[in-house]
Nanobody, 115 residues
Framework: QVQLVESGGGLVQAGGSLRLSCAASESISTFHVMGWYRHAPGKQRELVAALSLGGGTKYADSAQGRFTIYRDNAKNTLYLQINNLEPEDTAVYYC?????????WGQGTLVTVSS
């Protein structure tokens, strides 16, 4: 069982930046994919960004140009850098990992963007 623990959320003004972290309980170097999802009030959960084992990335249209997903294998940590935050980015952000044919989720971290 892989444990994922997110951190880095908080209250920030529009235009600001945050870096979310997702620390895994084991090496992420063999995880075939990791990603960030978000769940905003009244909306469905959506994929924000994903990073494959080979280094390929995928971003939601709303995240293009503002969000950057990357990982540090030495620290077993996945990151999401978010710049130029908008009120529409307010949501609980969840870390997701695919490994050994299974899917794992973190508990989420809340990002609130004030206008």
């Amino acid at each position: 069982q892989v444990q994922l623990v997110e951190s880095g959320g908080g209250l920030v003004q529009a235009g600001g930046s945050l870096r979310l972290s997702c620390a895994a309980s084991e090496s992420i170097s063999t995880f075939h994919v990791m990603g960030w999802y978000r769940h905003a009030p009244g909306k469905q959960r959506e994929l924000v960004a994903a990073l494959s084992l080979g280094g390929g990335t995928k971003y939601a249209d709303s995240a293009q140009g503002r969000f950057t997903i990357y990982r540090d294998n030495a620290k077993n940590t996945l990151y999401l850098q978010i710049n130029n935050l908008e009120p529409e980015d307010t949501a609980v952000y969840y870390c997701n990992a695919g490994a050994r044919g299974l899917e794992f989720w973190g508990q989420g971290t809340l990002v609130t963007v004030s206008s």
